[in-house]
């Protein structure tokens, strides 16, 4: 049986998130991620599949989340000038995301422009020179896949091993990562590109493209609708759950058996409002392990992980 690992968006919340769940699967199941024969990250889920891939453990990740707080988004700095000039190009770019039928917007902007430009209003932190400092260059030879998205082509890249667009590991880790009109975008020849999540929060079709028979999608932007949050929390991530459920619909009908870890209501509450935050992802990461802990010891829910890990 092949396995897809499937890791979706969710900013540093969503990474912490990751984290929590991933040890509880490790220690209450023995699925690792050595049991995928293919890990498919998405923003948040592109930087932990790297480390994964590369020989971090679930529980080291876990042991890291404290540190998350250096990869914290901060202001960019600046004369006003610079600043509005970052602003426009910012601008730009979400709404070239956002917009997809033709209109003045459909013209890919010219080098002089994007350089007049710049996109992105926030920088990472230390969150680059980490991912330069502890990812290798080289991609791993275990199967990995990491989204993003083209703004030049509009349509979704997958970067891996391969060349077409070829991209060192930390570099595709900021390209899967680069969300629009907050990031800067990432540059490969004539190709842009930003975070994977303006395609999907999992992308979990590619499991099904790649030859999966069972994908076990970890989704931080979701709830679970079998133990949905308060009404406020619900509406919130109600249009993200309805768009997961349609892509998880359409993977069964292909054949794919699909098992997705979501929230529940206290992770929800501990992911608050503001995913990008740097502090509180301790106890993000622990509430997660032992949320899936408890789903876990759900026989019949946990059916399918056993089933992909034997």
Known sequence: MKVALVLGA????????????????????????ADAELLIGTSAGSAIGAYLRTGWTAEGLMGRTRDLTEAAP??????????????????YILA??????????SVPPSGLLRRAFPAGLV?????????DRELPRRWPAAGLWLTAYDL??????????????????????????????VYTPVHVGDTVLVD????????????????????????????????PPPLASRSIRHLTTRWLSREVATARRGGLRVVVLAPGP?????????????????????????????WLRRPELASGLLAAAA
């Open 74 to 91: 901060s202001p960019v700095a600046g004369n006003p000038v610079r600043v509005a000039r970052h602003a426009v190009g910012s601008a």
């Open 196 to 227: 994977g999540g303006v395609w999907s929060l999992t992308n979990l079709d590619l499991a099904l493209a790649a030859g999966c028979d069972v994908a076990v999608c970890i989704a931080p932007l979701v709830y679970d609708p079998e133990h």
């Open 96 to 105: 070239r995301t956002a917009v997809r039928v033709p209109s003045l917007l």
């Open 266 to 294: 206290e992770s929800i509450r501990v992911h608050g409002l503001n995913l990008m935050r740097g502090h509180g992802l301790e106890r993000v990461a622990e509430v997660a392990y032992h949320e899936t802990c408890r």
């Open 10 to 33: 969710g900013g540093l919340v969503g990474t912490a998130h990751h984290a929590g769940v991933l040890a509880a699967l490790e220690r209450e199941l023995g699925f690792t991620h």
């Open 123 to 131: 920088t990472i932190g230390e969150g680059l020179s980490i991912l």
């Open 152 to 181: 030049v082509q509009r349509r979704r890249v997958v970067l891996s091993s391969r060349p077409a667009p070829y991209l060192a590991l930390p570099e595709a880790v900021r390209a899967s990562c680069a969300i629009p009109g």
